[in-house]
């Protein structure tokens, strides 16, 4: 899976838990660009993105993430 296709699949769960299909990730998003990002969703997102792609994360890679693309980074090391 490369990260264009992780992005996808990314995108169809932030749509998904934050209940707004007009969500479009790219790499450089960041929560301040997403409304319905906020600190109780991204707990919610962060566990839907680990069901979704079958993979765990840890506390201290969660909190190095500055954006999407960083988080698809961890995602893709994974896989």
Partial sequence: MDRNEILVKLTEVFR??????EIVLNAETTAEDVEEWDSLSHIQLIVAVEKA????FTSSEIQSWNNVGEMADSIASKL
Avoid: H
């Fill in 16 to 21: 998904e838990e934050l209940d707004n299909e």
């Fill in 53 to 56: 792609f079958k993979i765990r």
